[in-house]
Every structure is written in C-alpha cells, then in structure tokens.
C-alpha cells in the first residue's frame, strides 16, 4: 500500500551541525511529497514541498530533493539553529484522491 | 487570509460521554481532512471530504466516530461513546483540492479521555 517511512528519532545534534532526517516512500503512480513542521505549541506548517521527479523544494534553509529511482525525499540543512527544534513530518499526497499520508515524525533537539 | 479555525482547543470528558469538535476550513477550499494524532505519533487520516462528499474514511473507527460536512464548509467530527485510547489531538486541514497543492492545518483540539 502507499505509506512513508521516516528516520526514527529523537535526533540531538549541536548548533551548526549537518542535518540529514531520511524519508521513503511506496506509493503508486506519482504522488507529491512534502515535508511538514510542528514547533512545540504550535500546529502543523507546511515547510517545503516538491510535485515531480527531481524537483527540489526549499524553505528556510532546509531542502529535500524528490528521487523517483530511490522513491526517497531526505531533508537536509547545512547548519542548524536551536529555533529548528521541532518535530518534522514527511507526507505524500496521492495522485487522484489527493489522500494526505504522514510518516511517523522525527524529533529534532538542536543544543546551543 | 485566515486560516482553518477549530474549536474547542482542549477538552477533558470521562470514558462512554461524548463529544464534537468544530472546524471551518480555510474559505474556498473543497477538500477537507480529519486527523488523530497520538502522543509521538503522526496524523493518522480518519476521514476526508471533497465538497459534502466523503472520499475516503477507511480508518474511522464508525462505530464511535461519526463527521459531517454540511454544505461543503464546516465540519463537525463526533465521538460517542468515548474510550481512554480516543485520548489525542484532533486536527482539522483543508486544501483547495487541486493537484499537488498542500494541505493548511488548524491548531488541533487536545481532547483527554479520563
């Protein structure tokens, strides 16, 4: 069935780091992929999107590319801030039905 | 633009009462989604509209949870008779109901069963 599958977390990393937070999917056809952000107290936002293959979304420093050929769309920042403490969500949209499917979510800690 | 509004923002009833939560999607937009999400979880789908219609509610527990959306803009989403596990954040999305476009979140109603 169509589903997605996120790094497991919680992810601790120190301010400036490399962050990589994996993402794959199965699905049928040609789904849209996004990448959602829930700050603490806050609801979901969306944070970066991309609708075909090989596009990239970006979005406050953060990107994730769409590869078709490994069905994945990892999230990557080159240097994380304590204000990207969050949980992040990977989601795929169906093509069709426009059905919203989320991954599990990852927790990110960001320490000065 | 304002956003998805729901409403109440928290509640606490016991197990078997019941309860209804709100939402008014963002003006315009046809498709409308009700999710769960658990303590450390992600969005669990319960049930979409497109319009008045409903597309999908395959994982809505049906013999408890019941959603309506009259005249295709708000909606109501019911729980009757309450279980502890139906303890979770409730959350209201809507999106135009075009290709490719994202969904807008509400701020969710955290309901506790006790």
């Known amino acids: 069935g169509n589903s997605v599958t996120q790094m497991e977390g919680p992810v601790t990393l120190s301010e400036e780091a490399f962050l990589t937070i994996n993402c794959t999917y199965t699905a049928t056809g040609y789904p849209s992929l996004f990448w959602y952000v829930q700050y603490p107290g806050e609801g979901l936002q969306l944070l970066l999107k991309a609708t075909k293959a090989d596009d990239k979304g970006s979005n406050k420093g953060f990107e994730a590319t769409y590869r078709k050929e490994t069905t994945s769309f990892h999230l990557e920042k080159g240097s994380v801030q304590v204000s990207d403490s969050a949980v992040y969500f990977c989601a795929l949209k169906f093509q069709g039905a426009q059905k919203l499917v989320f991954g599990q979510g990852t927790r990110l800690t960001i320490n000065p | 633009e304002a956003g998805v509004a729901q409403s109440p923002r928290y509640k606490i009833i016991e197990k078997r009462q019941s309860v209804a939560f709100w939402c008014n999607p963002i003006s315009g937009h046809a498709t409308l989604y009700w999710y769960q999400q658990i303590l450390g979880q992600g969005p669990k789908l319960l049930i979409q509209?497109?319009?008045?219609?409903?597309?999908?509610d395959s994982q809505l527990p049906k013999d408890r949870f019941s959603a309506e959306r009259l005249k295709g803009v708000d909606s109501t989403l019911k729980i009757q008779p309450a279980k502890l596990e139906d303890s979770a954040v409730y959350l209201c999305a809507s999106s135009t109901g075009q290709e490719n476009t994202e969904a807008f979140f509400g701020q969710g109603t955290r309901l506790t069963v006790v």
């Open positions: 509209f497109q319009n008045n219609g409903v597309v999908d």
